[in-house]
C-alpha cells in the first residue's frame, strides 16, 4: 500500500477562480471543503480562466482542499468520485466542470510516529514525515483530519488497479496532478522524507 498526497500541476496546466475574486483566492469558498457536506448550501459558481495560454487539464486549480475536473474526468470516474464524497457542478468560462468535496476523512496518520515541525511557542506548524496505520476504506480519495482544508490524498496497491483513482487516472492518461509519495507500507517500520512530486508516479 503506498499513500500519495494530491496537487494542482500549476506550472503546467491552467487555473480559475470565480470572476469576482480573481487574483485574491477563492475568498467566500475556502473553508467550505473540511469533510463536512455542503450541497444543500451549494450555488453553482461561475468560474473563468485566467491564465489561458497555458495548457487545458482535466483537473484544474481553484481552491485547496477541493479536486476541480472537467467532463471527461466525470466519464471515466463517476463511481470513484461519488465513493468519495460530494460531486458538486459549476462551469468555468461557460464549460461545465465539477468540484469534488471530499466526505471520507480517515484518522490514519501516527502521530507519535510522524515528524512534526513546531512554532517558536510550540505550537505544531506542519507534518515534515509522514507515518500511517494501514487502513482502508471503499473510497481510495481520502483526508486526513490533521490537514482536512488543504489536502486530498490516494492509496494505490490495495484494489484491483482500474477500481483506484491513481490507475483509473493513468490508464486515461489524465492531466492536471502531480502526486507526491508520503508512504509505502512496504518501509512502514521507518519514517521516510516524502517523493518529489511527479506526474507518473509508480505504484
Known amino acids: 500500500m503506498k499513500i500519495?498526497?494530491?496537487k494542482e500541476d500549476v506550472g503546467v496546466f491552467q487555473t480559475a477562480s470565480t470572476i469576482e475574486d480573481v487574483g485574491a483566492g477563492w475568498v467566500d469558498h475556502a473553508d467550505w471543503f473540511d469533510?463536512?457536506?455542503v450541497a444543500k448550501e451549494w450555488t453553482v459558481p461561475k468560474l473563468h480562466v485566467f491564465n489561458p495560454f497555458k495548457r487545458k487539464g482535466d483537473f484544474l486549480a481553484v481552491t485547496p482542499g477541493a479536486l476541480v475536473f472537467r467532463e471527461k474526468v466525470m466519464d471515466v470516474m463517476a463511481d470513484i468520485m461519488e465513493?468519495?464524497?460530494e460531486v458538486l457542478p459549476a462551469t468555468v468560462d461557460g464549460e461545465p466542470v465539477y468540484f469534488l468535496n471530499t466526505l471520507s476523512c480517515i484518522a490514519i496518520l501516527d502521530s507519535e510516529k510522524s515528524v512534526w515541525e513546531y512554532y517558536p511557542n510550540g505550537k505544531k506548524r506542519?507534518?515534515?514525515?509522514?507515518s500511517f496505520y494501514s487502513y482502508t476504506e471503499?473510497?481510495?480519495?481520502?483526508k486526513i483530519p490533521e490537514e482536512s482544508c488543504a489536502y486530498v490524498y490516494c492509496y494505490s496497491g490495495v484494489s484491483d488497479t482500474e477500481d483506484e483513482f491513481l490507475g483509473r487516472y493513468k490508464e486515461y492518461k489524465?492531466?492536471?496532478l502531480l502526486f507526491q509519495e508520503l508512504w509505502d507500507s512496504a518501509n512502514a517500520g521507518g519514517v521516510v522524507e516524502p517523493?518529489?512530486?511527479?506526474?507518473?508516479?509508480?505504484?
Open 126 to 130: 506542519r507534518i515534515a514525515k509522514y
Open 174 to 176: 489524465l492531466t492536471g
Open 83 to 85: 465513493a468519495a464524497g
Open 35 to 37: 469533510c463536512r457536506p
Open 138 to 142: 471503499e473510497s481510495t480519495l481520502f
Open 4 to 6: 500519495f498526497r494530491i
Open 195 to 203: 517523493g518529489p512530486y511527479t506526474a507518473a508516479p509508480l505504484i
